[in-house]
């Protein structure tokens, strides 16, 4: 069964637009992470925040997390064509060792 | 270059078929994990191994089987069992020490059935 959903399944938006995407999940979690993947190749990791995290910054990604939700959302700004990707967020169970995949946001950026 | 590489990229099943993807790692990673990820889905876990000769069902392991001989490797066999075998197959690997929680991917398989 798969915990986390994300929305939207897809967003389309202008280069140097901000673009959002928010994921929930159902049970209780050790840390939430996102991923990427280009079409056709594999996922690359690109931020995790713990359970006991509210906020964390990568460069242009901002990722913020609220337990009492349940939710996370994933802020991309001032995107970039080459930001054209599938994103996913993951999340870690409190006792599991091993990631629940989202269906994923496509995203498109639009020169 | 350390990294994860599988292979076929393509891969083609007759019916009745078993057909083996190959995942093997150079990262010295201790846990290993394959995905199926269909078109426009997440990914689902089909098995994991954390460490040598031993690994554990994901939720969709049935028609699957894995074996973890080598550190390095974590094969993949799909067997005439699975029906519905066309999807994108990924293999991930990961630490258990550090920075454990992180998912290295490699490039994927993705099987066809003829």
């Known amino acids: 069964s798969q915990q986390g959903e994300e929305d939207p399944q897809a967003l389309s938006i202008q280069e140097g637009e901000n673009a959002t995407m928010n994921c929930s999940y159902k049970?209780?979690?050790?840390?939430l992470q996102w991923y990427r993947q280009n079409s056709g190749r594999g996922l690359v990791h690109l931020i995790l925040i713990r359970s006991n995290e509210r906020e964390k910054h990568s460069g242009r990604l901002r990722v913020t997390l609220d337990t009492s939700k349940k939710s996370s959302s994933l802020l991309i700004t001032a995107s970039r064509a080459a930001d054209t990707a599938s994103y996913f967020c993951a999340t870690e169970g409190q006792g599991a060792q091993k990631l629940v995949f989202g269906q994923g946001t496509r995203l498109t950026i639009n020169p | 270059d350390g990294g994860i590489t599988q292979s076929p990229k393509y891969l083609f099943r007759k019916e009745g078929q078993n057909v083996t993807l190959s995942c093997e790692q150079n990262l010295n990673h201790d846990a290993m994990y394959w995905y199926r990820q269909d078109p426009g889905q997440g990914l689902r876990l089909i098995y994991y191994s954390q460490i040598v000769n031993d690994f554990q069902k994901g939720d969709i392991a049935e028609g699957y089987s894995v074996s973890r001989e080598k550190k390095e490797s974590f094969p993949l066999t799909v067997t005439s069992a699975q029906k519905n075998p066309t999807a994108f197959y990924l293999c991930?690997?990961?630490?258990?020490?550090?920075?454990?929680?992180?998912?290295?991917f490699g490039p994927g398989t993705r099987l066809l059935v003829l």
């Open positions: 049970t209780s979690i050790n840390n």
């Open positions: 991930a690997s990961s630490t258990l020490t550090g920075d454990r929680e992180t998912q290295y």
